[in-house]
Each structure stands twice: as structure tokens, then as C-alpha cells.
Antibody
Framework: QVKLQESGPGLVQPSDTLSLSCDVSGYSIADDIWWGWVRQPPGKGLEWIGYSHHAGATHYNPSLWGRVAVSVDTITRQVSLSLDSATGADTAVYYC????????????WGRGTLVTVSS | DIVLTQSPLSLPVTPGAPASISCKSSQGLQNSNGKHCLDWYLQKPGQSPQLLIYFASYRASGVPDRFSGSGSGTDFTLRISRVEAEDVGVYYCMQAVENPITFGQGTRLEIK
């Protein structure tokens, strides 16, 4: 059974970097799978952030281009998210996801972690 | 970006009655393999979204057969044959034919 567990600071100062980690268990992180992030502002809908393959390829939402980085570490079995220059608009629940590109869907989601950007 | 428009946005349903949700895309969602890259997810209250339907009409593992998906081109529909109390939540359609992946606004299903 795949388990994705997000972790990171719940409060980030404006203009700082928002950094989150996701521990992956129950699945080989080095398989031909993409790992990424989706976020949901409080009371709003879902927004795809981006995903990464363990071999290094990445795809990001152009709305976040230049600020975002997603990486996969096969040693620590973690997926990381880094979002620079955070603003209040980045306040959201951040979900770690497993994406099967051949089937074009998100198979598994973490429980999510709320990050608030505020001083 | 591909825009997905769901309707209705709110759906009150009597237990045992059928329900349907529409998802209209701003452009076609068929990939080079002929599959329509349209998924449906359900986000139950306080939970993460869960996959219901992929490639427009394929039920995900463990999804009850009262859920079905259909459609082609730019028009897609999720149907629930007999709504149960556990089906409450927000339903999202999602397209993955091209990046950026985008979601519909969500449809909130509630029990009357």
C-alpha cells in the first residue's frame, strides 16, 4: 500500500522560500513513475504544481515557472518541493501525489499539509 | 491552458436517486493513442481527493460500479446510478492531455 506523508513548516514568511518534503513508502520511488505536488487554497479548487521523475526530468505549471522546483531523492525516498518568493497567494494545503503518466492520472495522494504564508 | 467547466456547481440529491455532473473542455482531450485524458476525482469532507474514473470511462480499482464516466471530444459526464450518503463531497474533473494539468471548479454533492 502506497503511503505519501508530507512534512514541513506550517508558517512561512512572505518573500521566503516554501519548502516541503514527502516521504514515500510502499512503492519503489525509482520505478517509471512521476512524483509531484498539487495544492488547494482554503475553500478553493485544485491546482497542479508540477512533477518530477527520478531520472531528473521535470514539468511545472507555467503559472509558477521560475519559482518552483520538484525533485526526487531515491536514497532518502523523498519528494521535495521548493517555492521561492512566497506570497499570501501561496497559502494552501499541499498534496504530494504519484502520477502514472501512461494512464494520465494521480493514483495516490498524501493527506496534505497546510502552509500559511503570513508575517 | 485548457479550461474545464463543470456544472452544476452544487448538486443536492435524495439518497437512492441518480446524479450526473457535466465537464466541458475548451478543447479536445484525445491523446495520440485515442484515449480521452479526462479523470474524475472525489474529495470527501476533510480528505484528500481520490481517483474515481480515468480515461473518461475506466473505473479505478475499488470504485463501486454505481459510478460511471462517459463522453468524448469536449463533453464528459460522471454519473452515479444511486447516490449513497458516503458519496457526499466535491467532485472534480481533470485533464491530462497536455501540461499544465488543469481541474474543473468542482461540484459539491450533498444529500437532501
Amino acid at each position: 500500500q502506497v503511503k505519501l506523508q508530507e512534512s514541513g513548516p506550517g508558517l512561512v514568511q512572505p518573500s521566503d522560500t516554501l519548502s516541503l518534503s514527502c516521504d514515500v513508502s510502499g512503492y519503489s520511488i525509482a520505478d517509471d513513475i512521476w512524483w509531484g505536488w498539487v495544492r488547494q487554497p482554503p475553500g478553493k479548487g485544485l491546482e497542479w504544481i508540477g512533477y518530477s521523475h527520478h531520472a531528473g526530468a521535470t514539468h511545472y505549471n507555467p503559472s509558477l515557472w521560475g519559482r518552483v522546483a520538484v525533485s526526487v531523492d531515491t536514497i532518502t525516498r523523498q519528494v521535495s518541493l521548493s517555492l521561492d518568493s512566497a506570497t499570501g497567494a501561496d497559502t494552501a494545503v499541499y498534496y504530494c501525489v504519484r502520477y502514472t503518466v501512461t494512464l494520465r492520472h494521480f493514483d495516490d495522494w498524501g493527506r496534505g499539509t497546510l502552509v500559511t504564508v503570513s508575517s | 491552458d485548457i479550461v474545464l467547466t463543470q456544472s452544476p456547481l452544487s448538486l443536492p440529491v435524495t439518497p437512492g436517486a441518480p446524479a450526473s455532473i457535466s465537464c466541458k473542455s475548451s478543447q479536445g482531450l484525445q491523446n495520440s493513442n485515442g484515449k480521452h485524458c479526462l479523470d474524475w476525482y472525489l474529495q470527501k469532507p476533510g480528505q484528500s481527493p481520490q481517483l474515481l474514473i480515468y480515461f473518461a470511462s475506466y473505473r479505478a480499482s475499488g470504485v463501486p460500479d454505481r459510478f460511471s464516466g462517459s463522453g468524448s471530444g469536449t463533453d464528459f459526464t460522471l454519473r452515479i446510478s444511486r447516490v449513497e450518503a458516503e458519496d457526499v463531497g466535491v467532485y472534480y474533473c481533470m485533464q491530462a492531455v497536455e501540461n499544465p494539468i488543469t481541474f474543473g471548479q468542482g461540484t459539491r454533492l450533498e444529500i437532501k
